[in-house]
């Protein structure tokens, strides 16, 4: 039996433990690091399904990842892009065939099948695969299995898991190529409005708003909260010298980079509450993979008020820094390198992340 004294020395190592495994190097905005499931648990099932979500959800994720696009009859649909070659057996359709096209979306060329050419009917015939097969060929089991989920759909499915689960599970969606579907006759922040207004859900659950374009998060700024007072407005970023899609054409083109600057965060700032940008904007790899130097970008974001929630941590060694790869081979999941990956930036100062693996993610978070 512990005498009192053994007792207490074992609780005050254990409290000494927790605290080395919870302190991090540079100290975040946010209590706790937020964990999102991007586009659900993709690592481990087809993205945007209900068993991509559902096995997020049951892996800890604080936060599921919709990214919407508007099908022809606008309603707006959980798919990372309009086109849908890649995500779909809609290739296998032979009443669409005709429907195969190409059109330019931000500036960049596709060709495929695209949601604006489809009524959410006819998007409802077809079935969910894996982006990735040949990286992630253990999802293709599940090809077939689920179909094409509208916005309405996953609300509905995370308050039932909410309400299962006891826990309030945040929504975080991105409203993607704003610019594009407007040019098409769409309005997709309208119709997000709209819809998460109708559900008591969305109304108080944590909720953040994403886009890649400046122009939708100006015009939903203040909206989103009259609807959901806690709601946060994220300006995500690509690479620093991609352009941010709704300043092309215009008299003064800007970067991405142009925003990560001290005057150009202060600016974001005026409209949104965070920034997302990618890991490698955060510490840069050179042509091997391999991270270089970090930049300030975390600490200049919190300097201008603004959270940094980064994306997208996966745990294929292909897609790990070169310095944490194993040599198992590149499709091989690396759960020790991308803890790893995870925590090196929770160290410097991260506020919250994306992961395809909420379960490695949320080993992360616990050190």
Known sequence: MLTRRQTITGTLMGMSLLLT?????????????????????????????????ARAIMDGADYIEPDLVPTRDGVLIARHESNIAATTDVATHAEFASRRRTQTIDGMEETG??????TLAELKTLRAKERLPTVRAHNTRYDGHFDILTFEEVIDFVAAEAAARGRVIGLIPEIKNSTHF??????????????????????????????????NLRALHGRVQTINPQARLMFLMGERTQHVPDTLGTSRPLTFGDLMSAEGLAGVRQYADVIGPSNTDIIPRDATGAWLEPTTLI??????????????????????????????????????????????????????????DPAIGRAALRG
């Open 182 to 215: 407007h040019k098409l006759g769409h309005i997709p922040e309208e119709t997000f409005l709209r819809v998460i207004a109708a559900h008591e859900y969305t109304r108080f659950c944590p909720l953040e708003v994403q886009s890649f374009e400046t122009a």
């Open 299 to 356: 600490d200049d974001a919190h300097r201008a008020g603004l959270l940094v929630h980064s994306y997208t941590f996966r745990p294929e060694n292909r897609f790990l820094p070169a310095q944490l790869r194993d040599d198992r081979g590149d499709d091989a999941r690396n759960p020790r390198g991308s803890i790893a990956e995870i925590q090196r930036m929770l160290n410097m100062g991260l506020d919250g992340f994306f992961t395809d």
């Open 113 to 118: 099948w695209f949601t604006t050419d489809f």
């Open 21 to 53: 495994r919870n302190a991090h190097a540079a100290p975040s905005l946010a209590p706790v690091p937020l964990l999102m499931a991007h586009r659900g648990a993709s690592a481990l099932r087809p993205e945007h399904t209900l068993a991509a979500y």
